[in-house]
């Protein structure tokens, strides 16, 4: 089965550790409004139009620790994974680190495109994304392309930039 990309949108795949605000920023940038929301058990999907040619479609995937197993069956057709941080919790950076590792040795994420979404950066006394760069060791990715980028779900700030930089990773790969 051959990728049909003109014909549908890309896949982007968004996931991280529970509580980094991952439904929060989905719902954000498809609503434009703050949305309550719940633990996500399973998985969010919706299209996300860019500009008037390009789309995505992201899938917000639960971060809890019994459901990261799951993930890797949301790769088959990743053209970006975005792998969001709670950059007010400095605490929980190396699961993250850990986790994120881990799902990049999957095969089916090989050669795809990495943006980091240090979140939150509305809260006080956040990390930077130099910090969180280090702490994730982002300079270890030499076989993909990646950034970090800060962004406030909440706020709505950095979203939109962060997801025409995906597109324009998507067009490099």
Not at 35 to 44: A, M, R
Not at 89 to 105: F, G, M, N, T, Y
Not at 127 to 139: A, F, G, K, N
């Amino acid at each position: 089965m051959g990728h049909t990309q003109s014909a549908t949108s890309p896949q982007v795949v968004l996931i991280g550790l529970d509580s980094a605000g991952k439904s929060t920023l989905l719902a954000r940038l498809l609503t434009g409004q703050v949305v309550d929301t719940s633990p996500t058990i399973g998985f969010n999907v919706g299209s996300l139009d860019l500009d008037k040619k390009t789309s995505l479609t992201v899938w917000d995937v639960g971060g809890q620790k019994s459901m990261r197993a799951n993930w890797r069956y949301h790769l088959d057709d990743c053209r970006a994974l975005v792998f969001v941080v709670d950059s007010s919790d400095p605490a929980r950076l190396p699961e993250a680190q850990k986790v994120l590792k881990k799902i990049l040795s999957e095969e089916k994420l090989r050669g795809v495109p990495l943006m980091v979404l240090a979140n939150k950066k509305d809260l006080a006394h956040c990390m930077t994304i130099r910090e969180i760069s280090t702490q994730l060791d982002l300079p270890s990715q030499e076989d993909r392309l990646w950034e970090i980028q800060a962004c406030s779900a909440l706020k709505g700030l950095g979203l939109l930039q962060a997801f025409m930089s995906i597109s324009r990773l998507i067009k490099k790969t």
